[in-house]
T-cell receptor, first 111, second 114 residues
Framework: NAGVTQTPKFRVLKTGQSMTLLCAQDMNHEYMYWYRQDPGMGLRLIHYSVGEGTTAKGEVPDGYNVSRKKKQNFLLGLESAAPSQTSVYFC??????????FGDGTRLSIL | AQSVTQPDIHITVSEGASLELRCNYSYGATPYLFWYVQSPGQGLQLLLK??????LVQGIKGFEAEFKRSQSSFNLRKPSVHWSDAAEYFC????????????FGAGTQVVVTP
């Protein structure tokens, strides 16, 4: 009964490097979301998805790309990491008409 | 556009005392409203939600919240705080379309003193 699992939990990157964050859910949820959390700003939506192959931009999409090739997985990519992308990243999923369930987060530092 | 304001960045409360966290929202219609709690290094856990119906909503861990349309508020309350309630609390408004996107407030950090 894992719920929403995020991989990795911690990562340090150098400016300009690329990486992919993985979110996996085992609840057969249609909707998935990526947020970033910064001090004093709450969580802000980066991208979201309503199903396989369907994604959309959220409030702060610049510098990120996403992929939803399988219903249970939602990938967040940073093509060329910048220090401003240092943050804690949260993934969430939900069924229609239900609240979002969150993973435990990925703490990303970019030097 | 929807928005959420949590006026109190930080609240200190004594164990056993009551707690009230404020949340004001802006939304074009009756929104979906949520309170989440985040313990250090953890993800967000849902405390309670309001979709429709009774404006006083009961949640987990002894929390409740009241939706007041006239004040655009959804304040969270607990009659008697426990040390384990120390955490950060987030109010969120959800869009009522099929996307269900959430707009979060900046959060309120709750410190519980002995």
């Amino acid at each position: 009964n894992a719920g929403v699992t995020q991989t990795p939990k911690f990562r340090v990157l150098k400016t300009g490097q690329s990486m992919t964050l993985l979110c996996a859910q085992d609840m057969n949820h249609e909707y998935m979301y990526w947020y970033r959390q910064d001090p004093g700003m709450g969580l802000r939506l980066i991208h979201y998805s309503v199903g396989e192959g369907t994604t959309a931009k959220g409030e702060v999409p610049d510098g990120y790309n996403v992929s939803r090739k399988k219903k249970q997985n939602f990938l967040l990519g940073l093509e060329s990491a910048a220090p401003s992308q240092t943050s804690v990243y949260f993934c969430a999923s939900r069924a229609p008409g239900q609240p979002q369930h969150f993973g435990d987060g990925t703490r990303l530092s970019i030097l | 556009a929807q928005s959420v304001t949590q006026p109190d960045i930080h609240i200190t409360v004594s164990e056993g005392a009551s707690l009230e966290l404020r949340c004001n929202y802006s939304y074009g219609a009756t929104p979906y409203l949520f309170w989440y709690v985040q313990s250090p290094g953890q993800g967000l856990q849902l405390l309670l939600k309001y979709f429709s119906g009774d404006t006083l909503v009961q949640g987990i861990k002894g929390f409740e919240a009241e939706f007041k349309r006239s004040q655009s508020s959804f304040n969270l309350r607990k009659p008697s705080v426990h040390w384990s309630d120390a955490a950060e609390y987030f109010c969120a408004v959800g869009s009522t379309d099929s996307w269900g996107k959430l707009q979060f407030g900046a959060g309120t950090q709750v410190v519980v003193t002995p």
